[in-house]
């Protein structure tokens, strides 16, 4: 079993940015695939950027395409989100997610373990 733990939330201006990060736990993160998504007041929670186990699968959100880089140190069983150019619509609360599948997704149920979340509030 997997425990993930986000942090690097905060305030901050438009056009600003935020690293988001992400702790996992056990020895076998590596082979997780992760992703993060966020939800937003009155919203549904939606995906936002995937990393699969292998390096080379990355999936992000359209709006966030070019602005926000995921990635992830195996070593230290990190991930991160790296935001960009912030805009008042990225405002939410930002989830960590880890799961065990054959590729990696987009989807909710693809995910089995959660962080308890991180704020993120773009000021305009």
């Known amino acids: 079993q997997v425990q993930v733990a986000e942090s690097g939330g905060g305030l901050v201006q438009t056009g600003g940015s935020l690293r988001l990060s992400c702790v996992g736990s056990?020895?076998?993160?590596?082979?997780?695939?992760v992703a993060w998504f966020r939800q937003a007041p009155a919203k549904e929670r939606e995906f936002v950027a995937a990393?699969?186990?292998?390096?080379?699968?990355?999936y992000y959100k359209d709006s966030v395409q070019g602005r926000f880089i995921i990635s992830r140190d195996n070593a230290k069983n990190m991930v991160y989100l790296q935001m960009n150019s912030l805009k008042p619509e990225d405002t939410a609360v930002y989830y960590c997610?880890?799961?065990?599948?054959?590729?990696?997704?987009?989807?909710?149920?693809?995910?089995?373990?959660w962080g308890q979340g991180t704020q993120v509030t773009v000021s305009s």
């Open positions: 997610a880890a799961g065990i599948r054959m590729k990696v997704g987009t989807k909710i149920v693809e995910y089995d373990y």
């Open positions: 056990g020895s076998d993160f590596s082979t997780y695939n």
């Open positions: 990393h699969g186990w292998s390096t080379h699968a990355r």
